[in-house]
């Protein structure tokens, strides 16, 4: 990108001012911040001037799918939930439909018998809880109703519907291996929802299958029930729920549904470049689907104070009285310095770093293709993956008091 805001003019610019004999050492970092933040909030200026919003009758474009070769080597392979890089050719299964079946693997009396939580005045079995067609809402007195296509998923899905609360949640936190939406602004998720029907939405890694699920539901909505989808959700307050711990070690896991399970208490196993994600409690999380059940992401150490220089600087710093200019543009830029987002710049504070880390390699990869995202890729073309773990580390361990605003 070239131009006045490109990362090398307002680097020169940057440097030019703080360096000025009449600036004060103590004003520099101000002074290059708020030259950052100027540069970034006109760069939005230009775009939204082109580009308008997403309103609910907008058809969706016709378009000519890019094929972009995806770094498959070097994929952080634990924000997709794998172990192993794909093989040539390897894609996803399908993912099984909903049904009310009861699985003969299974004692049949344990999953009929209802199941309650504690502060619930709900019960369901186990049959109930897996009928993502009748999305099971344990807490139905803490949200707005919920609207049709939440509960019951898109109609002209037929037999392949799934509620968007099935997987997402009723109170729209979701999990590490989909996406957090409670609280994201309306014409965002109109625009994520435009762009999974249209090609411009996939996931850099082919074998993900819940990505093709969320494409054939896409492709099934009608313009009423995604507005629909995107009111509900943008209107529920998102509170984090994810437990960050800088650690050396952690439990050995399997691997379900593309989410890491503890198969031990002790911590024995060495993290190297990952961050885990594991549920605060297996049963809670996996088996009854309780909305209220968080999660723990095991993070290298030094993660968050190496994340943190790269939200809100995007990696500059002096050495001496020498700039020098960061490898991308600090996140607040875009994200505002409350990391609660503006316009199709989402709120990004206390979510899943799992999926944090998963969209930004998608957008490195190009498989996220929409025209917002372009300006993302630019932001952060130059970031490592070590670099995705620390700013996805640093992002989910905030909570809106924690902010880098308001830790000043």
């Not at 049959?127 to 998923?153: K, S, T, Y």
């Not at 020098?324 to 409350?338: L, M, N, Q, S, W």
């Amino acid at each position: 990108m070239t131009g006045p805001y490109s990362g090398e003019s307002r680097a020169v610019f940057a440097q030019t001012v703080i360096q000025a004999d009449f600036v004060k050492p103590s004003l520099r970092t101000f002074i290059f911040g708020m030259v950052c933040i100027a540069a970034g909030a006109a760069a939005m200026r230009y775009y939204d001037s082109r580009h308008p919003s997403v309103s609910k009758t907008s058809a969706p474009e016709s378009i000519t799918p890019v094929v972009s070769a995806v770094d498959l080597q070097h994929e952080p392979l634990w924000a997709y939930g794998f172990e192993k890089p794909a093989a040539a050719g390897e894609m996803a299964q399908p993912q099984a439909l909903p049904t009310r079946n009861l699985r003969p693997n299974e004692d049949a009396d344990e999953q009929t018998r209802l199941r309650h939580l504690i502060g619930s005045n709900a019960s369901f079995s186990l049959v109930d809880i897996r009928d993502g067609q009748n999305v099971a809402d344990w807490f139905p007195i803490e949200h707005p109703p919920l609207p049709d296509v939440i509960a019951h998923g898109p109609v002209a899905a037929a037999e392949r519907k799934r509620g968007c609360g099935f997987c997402h949640l009723p109170n729209g936190k979701g999990r590490p291996e989909n996406a957090p939406v409670a609280g994201l602004p309306v014409t965002y998720i109109l625009r994520q929802l435009q762009d999974f029907r249209t090609g411009k939405r996939k996931s850099a890694d082919p074998r993900k299958p819940n990505t093709n699920t969320m494409i054939d539901l896409a492709k099934s909505l009608s313009d009423e029930e995604m507005k629909a989808a995107a009111d509900y959700f943008s209107s529920l307050t998102f509170t984090p729920w994810v437990r960050v711990i800088e650690t050396d070690l952690v439990p050995k896991t399997r691997i379900a549904g593309n989410l890491f399970i503890p198969t031990e208490t002790s911590k024995s196993e060495p993290i190297g470049s990952r961050i885990i994600e594991v549920p605060e409690n297996e049963e809670q999380s996996e088996l009854l689907r309780n909305p209220h059940s968080g999660f723990v992401a095991y993070v290298p150490p030094g993660s968050m104070a190496k994340g943190k220089e790269l939200v809100t600087k995007g990696g500059a710093k002096f050495v001496g009285s020498q700039f020098v200019p960061g490898k991308a543009t600090p996140c607040i830029t875009c994200h505002r310095e409350d990391l609660l987002g503006a316009g199709d710049s989402p709120p990004i504070i206390g979510r899943s770093p799992s999926y944090i880390a998963r969209q930004m390699w998608d957008i490195q990869q190009g498989t996220r293709r929409g025209e917002p995202a372009q300006l993302m890729k630019l932001a952060i073309a130059n970031l490592t993956p070590d670099d995705l773990i620390a700013i996805s580390a640093y992002v989910a361990s905030l909570r809106p008091a924690e902010s880098p605003r308001a830790s000043r």
